[in-house]
């Protein structure tokens, strides 16, 4: 079973890409730092089975699809016209931007800030607006990384070295 759960990932990989979406709006969705879930997908380190509720869930993953992921069972034998593909792919993808318009609802409700900012972005051109949301998503990694690095000085704080 290890050995099947570790093969997930490659179908975890096409059902993400299905979506339209990168691995780092995958990984922060579920929760995981974007390298983690980068090492799932190339099967490199097998996904912990607690992972797998919140993966069918976060990408609205059908229960027949997800059990064939699971099982590393080919998918549907049948071939499907272009067009029933073409419409299966946009009710995926329909509604997976839906849940995640659903989990961001309340942090948007309850914060001014965000609304705000959300309001600037939105009165600027597409190009102006990658731009800018790829300059602020830099920033808030290398805040987080300083962040996470503090953390680790601040647990030696406590601690005497020199009565060791």
Do not use: W
Not at 33 to 50: A, D, F, G, L
């Amino acid at each position: 079973m290890k050995n099947d759960i570790l093969k997930f990932g490659k179908h975890l990989k096409e059902y993400r890409e299905e979506l339209n979406i990168n691995q780092n709006e995958a990984a922060y969705m579920l929760g995981i730092v974007p390298n983690t879930y980068s090492n799932y997908e190339r099967c490199e380190r097998p996904i912990p089975m607690v992972y797998l509720p919140k993966i069918k869930e976060v990408f609205k993953i059908p229960d027949d699809r997800f059990l064939d992921m699971l099982l590393d069972r080919p998918r549907n034998k049948k071939r499907e016209s272009v067009e029933d593909a073409a419409v299966r792919l946009k009710d995926m993808r329909e509604k997976y931007i839906t849940g995640v318009t659903d989990s961001l609802y309340e942090v948007i409700n309850n914060s001014a800030e965000l609304r705000q900012l959300l309001g600037f972005i939105q009165m600027m051109d597409t190009k102006k607006q990658r731009l800018y949301l790829n300059g602020l998503r830099q920033i808030l990694v290398v805040y987080d990384d300083l962040h996470h690095a503090q953390s680790k000085d601040n647990r030696y704080e406590d601690v005497d070295f020199e009565k060791e």
